[in-house]
């Protein structure tokens, strides 16, 4: 009897204290979230020094790093993709074998494309109709220094 009179005394309190946590909890995580995927999170990294300070010149330098390296299919395949790659990243800052110049792989290369094309699907209808380009599919093929330049101290192509 004692218990059950404790949890109907108490159960307004129990209910109130989880959902002020868990209010704090998705508040947390989501900052977290938008943090951990900003030039400035990005370029601390040793190995992304060159890829943040290009970038930061560059005309796309307004945006988050995932805005372009992250798909934005859905919250389940961008938070997979985010979690797999952020633990990448950190493997191979850890044991310091990223190469100087680091290249985009097929995968990060077809996930830019499609977050070009999640931007610019506007700008692509009037250049294709324009120009009469047959291939749109892969942007990068013709812009791939518009966010990171080719050298430290290019900033890419200026397109405003």
Known sequence: MEIKEL???HT???LAGGFVIGLLTCGIGSAMMHCTGTPEFCGNCHSMKHEAATFAKSSHGNQ??????LPHDNAVVYLAEKSRSGMVDMYHEV????PARIKLSEHGRQTVNSNCMRCHSTTMED???GVGARDTSDCMKCHSRIAHGSNH???GIKVE
């Open 95 to 98: 044991i310091r074998d990223y």
């Open 7 to 9: 949890l109907q005394k």
């Open 127 to 129: 250049i294709h109709v």
């Open 153 to 155: 101290h290019e900033g």
């Open 64 to 69: 988050d790093c995932a805005e372009c390296h």
């Open 12 to 14: 307004l309190r129990c």
